[in-house]
Structures are given as structure tokens and as C-alpha cells.
């Protein structure tokens, strides 16, 4: 049997893993002197709270080799193969880690870069599952992975630029003119890195501009999985891009699957972003 591994930069936490029968090992979030398990001893919701009450932005480790290796021993020692999904390695070290835990296990473990993070991660993991249950191997399940995970597309409009100022991406006077006009950068996950891809003054702009990025890319293969995203302590400005992006899907599916953005990806950003993530046509 093959065993589907995931690091928590993926937003999947430790009880929805073990519903979908998958290994979730966690990165560590620092808030000041207290360090929390992502996914597993803080929710994305209690994430939030920290980070909008919190002066500092929080730290983010990668997992240790040591975190993979216990689970792949016990994964092997069951005689099952493993499939390992890690954020890309342009983000984190995590994908390092894992390819130096796999290498005591032969051909029993396969490390996979999804050149992604949250949604983007998630989609190519929820991909991976399908294949377990078509009974392929581990080998064949990666070499899949690999072929079609460049055809993942990730897109947010980032509601604030303060998470942006405070980690040190942005410098204040640009934070301070974008609040002034109401600049919503758009962001994407291209070639493995969190770019800027476009901005608009206001939200409905904003949105219109993400859908216009949409339909650039072709569209949405709703034969893939597929789903959008946001941050923060609700999910209304969400709701409001699903209804007002209606067109998008409307003729393909009665729902959108919706996911929260955790804290790896969350850091950066801050409340208040929503996105799209599908597999291009």
C-alpha cells in the first residue's frame, strides 16, 4: 500500500490527515517564548488571533530530517511505500529535509516538490490520493505528480500590505501609500516563489482582476481538484468573491470547495486575502 505524506505548510491539520489516511508532519510556529505543532496544537482560527493581537510576526521552522525519518520508519515498517508532498523548496528547507530522511529507504519513499504551498500543496495531495485508490505504486504515483503539478495555478488578492511591511518585503512608505490609495496586490505561486502579479485600487478591482487571471489561464479543469481560499477570522469577503465570481463555476458545480489559509503562507500575508487555486485546462 502507498502512504501519502504531507508537511503542514499544505493547511490539511492533524485530524482531517488522518480522515483522508494521510501522514501530516508538522512545522513549528513561534509566537515569541511559545512554539506550537502547525495544524496540530493550533488551529488556523487561534493562528489568526495570535497574529492580529501579536506586535512581531511569528517564526516559521522547517521540519527537521529527523520529523520524516520517524515517519517513514514507521510507514516501511509496515511494508508500505511512502509518496512525500513537500512545499517547494524555494520556500523551505522542508523539501531538503525530506529528500536526506528518504534516502536511508530506498526505493521505498519518494520526495516530491510540489514547486507550491497551502492550496496549491493541498490540490496535488488531494490528486495523489486518487491515484492511491487506482492501486498505482509509489514510483508511478510521483513521476504523475511531477508531470502534471506545473499546470497548478495559485492566485490571492491580499486585503492589507502590514504583514508584508512587518516581515520585511515591503517598506513602510509602500505599505503607507498602498493602504492611503486601497491597493490590492495579487499575488500567484510561480515557478515555485510567491510573486506579485498585478494590483488593483479596491477590492472589486481586485477581484475582477484575479477572475481576468482566471480566464487567461483557460480557465478551470473541473475534472482536477479545485477550490478557493481566505484568511482571517471569517470568510466573508470570500463569500462575496464566490458570488460575484458566479460565472467561473456556476455551469460546472453547485459548490466550491473552500479552505482557510494556515500559518505558513498566513504569516506573510496576514487576514483578509482570499484566492483561487485549479488545475489549468
Known amino acids: 500500500m502507498v502512504k501519502i505524506v504531507i508537511d503542514s505548510a499544505a493547511d490539511i491539520g492533524k485530524e482531517e490527515a488522518e480522515k483522508l489516511g494521510i501522514v501530516m508532519v508538522p512545522m513549528v510556529i513561534t509566537f515569541g517564548a511559545e512554539e506550537y505543532y502547525d495544524g496540530v496544537n493550533i488551529t488556523p482560527l487561534q493562528f489568526y488571533e495570535k497574529l492580529i493581537e501579536g506586535d512581531e510576526l511569528p517564526k516559521t521552522s522547517q521540519v527537521s530530517p529527523y520529523r520524516f525519518e520517524e515517519a517513514f520508519e514507521k510507514i516501511t515498517a509496515n511494508g508500505d511505500e511512502a509518496v512525500v508532498i513537500t512545499i517547494s523548496s ?5 523539501h531538503a529535509s525530506a529528500v536526506q530522511a528518504a534516502e536511508k529507504f530506498g526505493d521505498k519513499v519518494f520526495v ?27 514510483k508511478t504515483i510521483a513521476e504523475k505528480l511531477n508531470e502534471v503539478k506545473s499546470k497548478i495555478n495559485v492566485m490571492a488578492m491580499i486585503n492589507t500590505l502590514e504583514y508584508l511591511k512587518k516581515g520585511g518585503r515591503i517598506s513602510a512608505a509602500a505599505a503607507f501609500a498602498g493602504s492611503m490609495l486601497s491597493l490590492k496586490p495579487v499575488v500567484a505561486i510561480i515557478d515555485g516563489e510567491v510573486k506579485v502579479i498585478g494590483k488593483a485600487l479596491g477590492s472589486k478591482k481586485g477581484n475582477n482582476l484575479l ?4 480566464e487567461k489561464k483557460g480557465g478551470i479543469d473541473f475534472s482536477m481538484p479545485y477550490g478557493v481560499i481566505w484568511s482571517g477570522l471569517n470568510d466573508t469577503l470570500l463569500q462575496k468573491y464566490v458570488k460575484d465570481s458566479a460565472h467561473l463555476w456556476e455551469s460546472e458545480t453547485d459548490s466550491v470547495p473552500a479552505y482557510m489559509l494556515g500559518g505558513t503562507i498566513g504569516t506573510h500575508i496576514g487576514p483578509g486575502a482570499i484566492g483561487v487555486a485549479f488545475f489549468e485546462k
Open 90 to 94: 524555494k520556500l523551505s528547507g522542508t
Open 112 to 138: 516530491v516538490d510540489s514547486l507550491n504551498a497551502c492550496i496549491g500543496e493541498r490540490l496535488l495531495c488531494q490528486y495523489a490520493l486518487r491515484l492511491v485508490e487506482q492501486g498505482l505504486s509509489a
Open 211 to 214: 477572475n481576468g487571471l482566471v
